[in-house]
């Protein structure tokens, strides 16, 4: 199982990114995904989860009506699009697949002027 994440950055408060994760190794499209975060000093929390259908499963309170989390099971790929970032939203940003307990290695995000 790899996970690879990528598309983060230094982006302006308001700004918008998407970070994607390219998924390989196993069936991508029967498991459940999760993108999570640990800002700086912080504990890691999970921010969304999709299921294999592209159904979204679980979205943060904090980040809800702003984040969209999506699949492409064509491409092994799932996606955050983050928009209206704030400066809270800077953190490491990490793939998951819980089935097989595997993380990306992680990308930055850093929301700042």
Same mark, same amino acid.
């Given at each position: 199982?790899? *996970? %690879?994440?990528?598309?983060? &950055?230094?982006?302006?408060? &308001?700004?918008? *990114?998407?970070?994607?994760? +390219? +998924? ?15 800002? =700086? #000093? !912080? ?5 969304? +989860?999709?299921? #294999?259908?592209? &159904? /979204? ?6 980040? !809800? #009506? ?8 064509? !491409?092994?790929? %799932? ?6 970032? !704030? =400066?809270?939203? $800077?953190? %490491?940003?990490?793939?998951? %697949?819980? /089935? ?6 992680? $990308?930055?995000? /850093?929301?700042?002027?």
């Amino acid at each position: 199982v790899q *996970l %690879v994440e990528s598309g983060g &950055g230094l982006v302006q408060p &308001g700004g918008s *990114l998407r970070l994607s994760c +390219a +998924a390989s190794g196993f069936s991508f499209n029967y498991y459940i995904m999760r993108w999570y975060r640990q800002p =700086p #000093g !912080k504990e890691r929390e999970l921010v969304a +989860a999709i299921n #294999g259908l592209g &159904g /979204t499963l679980d979205i943060a309170d904090s980040v !809800k #009506g702003r984040f969209t989390i999506s699949r492409d099971n064509d !491409k092994n790929m %799932v996606y955050l699009q983050m928009n209206s970032l !704030k =400066p809270e939203d $800077t953190a %490491v940003y990490y793939c998951y %697949v819980p /089935t097989f307990d595997s993380w990306g290695q992680g $990308t930055q995000v /850093t929301v700042s002027a």
